[in-house]
């Protein structure tokens, strides 16, 4: 199994909670997570980030501007973040897409702005967030401007490669520079909040269980 495949299926054990939760104890001063984006279909995505920017395009020029052939560049098991600028007013993701997404076995799909085709995703189990769905197709309305670039969304800057990682809570951008530790960090977190919750069950009071497994750091009952 590849480097990227393991990391995946550790990732995809964990959840939004415990990975935002490492990143705290590490002081990272920047936000993590992808405000206003949730979770539209699928399970949960993990995977290097494979980043796509549109900017708006005056549909008067009658030049088409096919949004979406980047789509064949990007490696297996990598995620997809569109930058559309947030525009809800039509779409930069739809069922071809997906289509070409589970062929090439892509780890999921992020787009800052609106997705559609989502009865067709019904038969399918595609990992897909955005900021709204929509029907009005982004042809000639949007054009691609860089393709692997880095993207800036609000406070948070996501460069390719970034880990992301998108559950029903949240969406976050994990740096590929601290993502070992991030991850190591937040499987310990995890094994800890399993014993403390396995102690309330038990019987045991909150304030006991935590004290006893360290919940202020947790990470440290595994170091």
Not at 30 to 46: D, E, F, N, T, W
Not at 89 to 98: A, K, Q, S
Not at 118 to 124: I, R, S
Not at 169 to 191: G, N, Q, T, W, Y
Request: charged content about 20%; aromatic content about 6%.
């Amino acid at each position: 199994m590849c480097q990227i495949s393991m990391k995946r299926k550790r990732l995809l054990a964990l959840d939004s909670s415990a990975l935002s939760d490492a990143v705290d104890s590490l002081d990272l001063s920047m936000p993590r997570v992808l405000s206003g984006i949730s979770q539209i279909h699928g399970g949960k995505l993990a995977g290097p980030a494979f980043t796509v920017t549109y900017a708006a395009h005056d549909p008067v020029q009658k030049d088409f501007k096919n949004a979406g052939t980047y789509i064949d560049q990007v490696p297996a098991e990598h995620a997809i973040l569109v930058d559309s600028q947030g525009r809800t007013d039509c779409t930069n993701w739809g069922n071809l897409l997906t289509a070409v997404a589970m062929r090439n076995q892509l780890a999921g799909t992020i787009v800052h702005g609106a997705v559609r085709d989502l009865d067709d995703l019904h038969t399918v189990n595609y990992p897909l967030f955005s900021v709204a769905t929509n029907a009005v197709s982004g042809k000639n309305r949007t054009k691609l401007v860089a393709v692997n670039a880095p993207v800036t969304l609000g406070k948070l800057t996501v460069q390719p490669g970034d880990w992301l990682f998108g559950d029903s809570s949240a969406v976050l951008c994990l740096p590929k520079d601290k993502f070992d530790l991030i991850l190591d960090r937040a499987e310990k977190i995890s094994m800890t909040e399993s014993k403390i919750s396995s102690a309330i069950a038990s019987g045991m009071e909150l304030a006991k269980a935590r004290e006893l497994f360290n919940y202020r750091e947790p990470w440290k009952c595994y170091e």
